[in-house]
């Protein structure tokens, strides 16, 4: 059923031009990864805030008030310029190990991950100190996205 799914993605018109076109496919690549990184740098700088670093400059609460719209901005671009990338070559994304590991595995851990404590942070984040939870969790989510991009990094290989 994936492989049908693949197949009618990787075969749409749109897909096929972008696959072609000379300077579309590095374009999405930019795309994909500015968007990663606009992502994943807020992730990250909410979760070491919540590991007790940077105490004297925002409460967590406060922190994640600034950079909450830019964190699911970066989402939305990465997952447009994600998609994207993935349909252009969706026959071999669906069989490679790494990406099943990332995408079906490690990226919905880590996300929901991230919604909890983007959640919770409300709660945990009124005071300079942080609770022993906060984190945990914030170590935890640091290390699922650092388990994230290692999977990805491993997708060119298989």
């Known amino acids: 059923m994936m492989a049908s799914i693949a197949h009618y993605l990787q075969n ?17 690549q930019l795309t994909h990864f500015g968007g990663l990184s606009l992502w994943v740098s807020t992730c990250i700088i909410l979760d070491i805030r919540l590991l007790g670093f940077g105490k004297d400059l ?8 600034t950079i909450f719209v830019w964190n699911w901005v970066g989402l939305l671009i990465a997952v447009t310029g994600g998609f994207t990338l993935f349909c252009i070559g969706a026959g071999g ?9 990332k995408i079906y595995m490690l990226l919905p851990v880590a996300l929901l991950t991230h919604i909890f404590v983007q959640w919770k942070t409300r709660e945990w984040g009124q ?8 984190k945990a969790f914030g170590g935890f989510e640091l290390l699922m996205w650092m388990s994230v991009m290692t999977a990805a990094i491993w997708i060119p290989n298989f």
Do not use: C, M, R
């Not at 925002?58 to 008030?65: I, M």
């Not at 994304?93 to 590991?101: E, L, S």
């Not at 005071?127 to 906060?134: D, K, M, Q, S, V």
């Open 12 to 28: 749409l018109p749109l897909i096929l031009w972008l696959g072609s076109a000379d300077h579309a496919y590095p374009f999405i």
């Open 58 to 65: 925002l409460t967590p609460k406060k922190l994640l008030d």
């Open 93 to 101: 994304y669906v069989v490679n190990p790494a990406f099943q590991v």
């Open 127 to 134: 005071t300079e100190e942080t609770p022993a939870i906060a």
